[in-house]
């Protein structure tokens, strides 16, 4: 069983910066991707950041250049640098893995969600 375990949120003034965490735990063989995701208030789930382990990695256009996913293989831990922040990025962030166990089954799975607050 794997889990995930985020951390990072906060208040933080418009233009400032804010790096979330998504540490997974459990019977992981490998990751092969992991997303960002984000849901403000009254809207939609909308992915904010896709990457794969091969290092690909695509953005939304709202993001670009201001948002920056990466990983820590020895750690299973997925980050996202958050610059230059707005509050319309005023949201429920959520990260999403997918891969394999040690048991060479395919898991999928969310974390519990942060939220980032842009405001002054």
């Known amino acids: 069983q794997v889990q995930l375990v985020e951390s990072g949120g906060g208040l933080v003034q418009p233009g400032g910066s804010l790096r979330l965490s998504c540490a997974a735990s459990g019977s992981i063989f490998r990751i092969n991707a992991m997303d960002w995701y984000r849901q403000a208030p009254g809207k939609q789930r909308e992915l904010v950041a896709a990457g794969t382990s091969g290092g690909t990695t695509n953005y939304v256009d709202s993001v670009k250049g201001r948002f920056t996913l990466s990983e820590d293989n020895a750690k299973n831990t997925v980050y996202l640098q958050m610059n230059s922040l707005k509050p319309e990025d005023t949201a429920v962030y959520y990260c999403?893995?997918?891969?394999?166990?040690?048991?060479?089954?395919?898991?999928?799975?969310w974390g519990q969600g942060t939220l980032v607050t842009v405001s002054s």
């Open positions: 999403s893995l997918k891969g394999l166990s040690t048991t060479l089954r395919y898991f999928e799975v």
